[in-house]
C-alpha cells in the first residue's frame, strides 16, 4: 500500500494553492493570465491516483469540501432542541430547490420516526364514510408534481425590534422550497364524501406534539396536496415522512407534518397556543385573527454576512430569493445605495406560482461601502414593504409575518454586516 496518497488536507498542492480565496482580479476582468499556478501547471493528487469505486458511496453526499453548509440552529433562541428550528443554508445554495437534507427543520416535539408499514391516514367528521387509508392506498390516487416554497411565520421574528442575526441563515432561513409528489386533498375527501355543512379540516399530526391545525375547506379543496415524496424521493423524517400535508403559500405551522388524521368540521377548532399560534398583535392592542397567507418577500442570500465578498474590486454577482404566496414574483428591484436608487434585478430559472424565484444583479463593485436592498414584486402588484413601514402598521411587539426590506451593510474590505438604516 506504498502508493497510497495521503490524506486530502495535507496534500502539498492543495495547501499551497490558495486556489479558493485570496486572488485579485485586474480589473474588470472575471478571470486571471495563465501561467505561474502550480495548480494548473502541475499534475495535482487526483489527476493521478484512481478514484472511489462505484460501491463506494451506495447513497452521495456533497463534496467534503461543502462540509460547512449545514443547517444551523441559534442555541440561545429556544430552552431544548426537541422543540426548536434549525436554519436553511440560503447564502451557500442557488437556483430554486433546496437539497432535502438542507430544508430547515421546526418541530414540536422532535422528529417521529414512523414505519410506513403501519403508516395510516383517517379522515373522519362530517363525511359520508369515514375511511382509513394506508401508504399504498394514498399511492393508487392520480399522483401530482408542484414546486413550492413554505415559510414558518415566525420567519425574520428576531429582527422586528431591530438588526439582530448576523446571516440571511438566521434572518430568513426558516424556508425552503421543493418538488412535491402526492394527491390532491380533494380525491381524498370525494373519496369520504363531504357532508355539506363541511366547512373546515382539522389536521392533525402523529409526532408527539399532536399538533392540529384547522384550515378553511375552500382551501382544502382547491390546490391543498397530501405529498409522500420530495425532490423525487420519499419524505425525509424531518419533513413529516411517510406524508405531510402541503398547504401552498399558506405559513408552514399548516402543513401538518406525519399527517395522522383528517377531521372535517363546520367551525375551526380551538388548538394549543404553543404549537399553532401565529398570531400578529397590532399597534391598537387588537390581533389579527387568521393570516395564513404568506405576504411577498425577498432576501438578497450573497453578498451577505456569511458570504463577504473577499475577490476585491470588479464583477460582482449580486443573488438572491423571492417568494410571495400569492402566485409568482412579477419583478425584483435591487438597490446598493440603502434604497435611494432602485435596479430591476435579473429573474433566472423557473417562474412557478408560490414558489421560490432566482433573482441576479451583475455590477463592477468599485470598492466603496454599499447598503445592499432587495425588494420583490408579486402577480397581484403587492410590494414588499419596508420594516419601517410594517412597524408603522403593527407595531414594535409584533413577531410573526415580517416580509420587510432587508439591509445589508458592506465596508470597504467586502465584510457584511445585518443593519437598518432610515
Ligand atoms: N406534526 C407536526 N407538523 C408540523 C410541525 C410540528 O411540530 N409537528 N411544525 C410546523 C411548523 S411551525 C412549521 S414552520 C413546518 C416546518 O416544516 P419543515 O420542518 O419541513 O421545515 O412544519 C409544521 N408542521
Ligand atoms: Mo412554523
Not at 476582468?29 to 487526483?46: F, M, N, P, S, Y
Not at 443554508?89 to 430544508?103: A, K
Not at 363525511?127 to 399522483?143: C, I, M, S
Request: aromatic share 8%; glycine share 10%.
Amino acid at each position: 500500500m506504498a502508493d497510497r496518497p495521503p490524506p486530502l488536507s495535507s496534500r502539498r498542492g492543495f495547501i499551497k494553492s490558495g486556489l479558493i480565496g485570496a486572488a485579485t482580479l485586474a480589473s474588470g476582468l472575471a478571470a486571471r493570465a495563465a501561467g505561474g499556478e502550480e495548480v494548473i501547471t502541475e499534475i495535482q493528487d487526483w489527476n493521478r491516483y484512481p478514484g472511489d469505486g462505484v460501491d463506494a458511496r451506495p447513497y452521495g453526499k456533497p463534496s467534503q469540501f461543502e462540509a460547512h453548509v449545514v443547517r444551523r440552529n441559534v442555541p440561545w433562541l429556544t430552552s431544548d432542541t426537541i422543540s426548536s428550528v434549525n436554519f436553511t443554508p440560503l447564502h451557500e445554495l442557488d437556483g430554486i430547490i433546496t437539497p432535502n437534507g438542507l430544508c430547515f427543520e421546526r418541530h414540536h416535539a422532535g422528529i417521529a420516526e414512523i414505519d410506513p408499514a403501519a403508516y395510516r391516514l383517517m379522515i373522519n367528521g362530517l363525511v359520508e364514510r369515514p375511511l382509513v387509508f394506508t401508504l399504498a392506498d394514498l399511492k393508487r390516487f392520480p399522483r401530482e408534481n408542484r414546486v413550492y416554497f413554505l415559510e414558518c411565520a415566525a420567519n425574520s421574528g428576531m429582527e422586528w425590534r431591530g438588526a439582530q442575526l448576523n446571516g440571511c441563515q438566521f434572518t430568513h432561513g426558516m424556508v425552503h422550497c421543493v418538488m412535491y409528489t402526492g394527491v390532491r386533498l380533494r380525491h381524498l375527501l370525494d373519496e369520504a364524501g363531504l357532508k355539506s355543512e363541511g366547512k373546515w379540516l382539522l389536521a392533525e399530526g402523529a409526532d408527539a406534539s399532536a399538533m392540529t391545525r384547522s384550515i378553511p375547506m375552500e382551501k382544502a379543496l382547491d390546490d391543498c396536496m397530501v405529498a409522500f415524496a420530495m425532490n423525487g424521493e420519499a419524505l425525509r423524517p424531518e419533513q413529516g415522512y411517510p406524508v405531510r400535508l402541503v398547504v401552498p403559500g399558506w405559513e408552514g405551522n399548516m402543513w401538518v407534518k406525519w399527517l395522522r388524521r383528517l377531521e372535517v368540521g363546520d367551525q375551526p377548532w380551538q388548538h394549543r397556543e404553543e404549537t399553532s399560534k401565529y398570531t400578529d398583535l397590532l399597534a391598537n392592542g387588537k390581533a389579527r385573527r387568521f393570516t395564513w397567507l404568506m405576504d411577498v418577500k425577498s432576501v438578497i442570500t450573497s453578498p451577505s454576512p456569511q458570504a463577504p465578498i473577499t475577490h476585491g474590486k470588479g464583477p460582482l454577482v449580486l443573488t438572491g430569493l423571492a417568494w410571495s404566496g400569492n402566485g409568482i414574483i412579477k419583478r425584483v428591484d435591487v438597490s446598493v445605495d440603502g434604497g435611494r436608487n432602485w435596479k430591476t434585478a435579473r429573474l433566472d430559472g423557473p417562474s412557478l406560482p408560490m414558489a421560490l424565484h432566482r433573482f441576479y444583479h451583475e455590477f463592477d463593485w468599485d470598492g466603496s461601502e454599499l447598503f445592499l436592498q432587495s425588494r420583490a414584486i408579486d402577480e397581484k402588484g403587492f410590494v414588499q414593504p419596508t420594516k419601517e413601514a410594517l412597524r408603522a402598521a403593527r407595531g414594535p411587539n409584533s413577531i410573526y409575518h415580517n416580509n420587510g426590506i432587508q439591509t445589508w451593510h458592506v465596508n470597504k474590505d467586502g465584510v457584511i454586516e445585518n443593519v437598518e438604516i432610515s
